[in-house]
């Protein structure tokens, strides 16, 4: 169940409610019991630390680069590489084109 922050706008009376996501909105402070207790729109309530998957693979930067990534910029490198090769001359290359690298 999530944790709900509500706050008076009467007397600023804040409160911390476990509550069900079918649960009405309270509207009634408990501190003063106007009724101008509103829910508060708050950060989330948790942080990814470490260095796990997302820190290598989402987060971009040198942190590192995820095998897809790199898969997919060496398959869009290869027909335009394929493409300039064969306009070479295979004995122009350092192994005479004879390796599986050409």
Same mark, same amino acid.
């Given at each position: ?22 649960? @009405? ?18 950060? @989330? ?32 490198? @290869? ?10 001359? @295979? ?12």
């Amino acid at each position: 169940m999530p944790i709900y922050a509500y706050k008076c706008e009467s007397c600023g009376h804040a409160k911390d409610v476990l509550q069900k996501i079918s649960d @009405a909105p309270l509207t009634d402070c408990p501190a003063c019991g106007a009724a101008s207790f509103r829910k508060q729109l708050t950060a @989330a309530g948790f942080q990814l630390k470490g260095s796990g998957w997302y820190a290598t693979d989402f987060r971009g930067g040198s942190g590192g680069t995820s095998a897809a990534a790199t898969a997919s910029t060496a398959t869009a490198d @290869a027909p335009a590489s394929t493409a300039s090769e064969s306009s070479a001359p @295979a004995a122009s290359t350092a192994c005479g084109g004879s390796c599986a690298c050409h």
